[in-house]
């Protein structure tokens, strides 16, 4: 298993809400966990978010929740 200990942001950075425009990401496990999470930042960083996983019931529960939340992704 690689080491990325090392690897780390520089200090003070944060992403602007269009660093994702006109993105399109694919986000595999996005019925729950760090899935669900990225596939939300993505939205707010203003990509579209392409969500897979094996739980369709809780996919589809999920993009209601985002579009009442005023995600439009």
């Known amino acids: 298993m690689p080491d990325f200990d090392h690897v780390r ?3 003070g950075w944060t992403a602007t809400t269009d660093c994702l ?5 694919l986000i ?5 966990g760090l899935g669900r999470e990225t596939a939300i ?3 707010r960083a203003g990509a579209t978010p392409v969500l ?3 739980k ?3 996919l589809i ?3 209601s929740i985002q579009l009442q939340s005023g995600l439009t992704a």
């Open 9 to 11: 942001l520089p200090a």
């Open 21 to 25: 425009s006109n993105r399109v990401v």
């Open 28 to 32: 595999a496990g996005a019925a729950g």
């Open 41 to 43: 930042a993505a939205a």
């Open 52 to 54: 897979l996983g094996r």
């Open 56 to 58: 369709v019931r809780e």
């Open 61 to 63: 529960l999920k993009k």
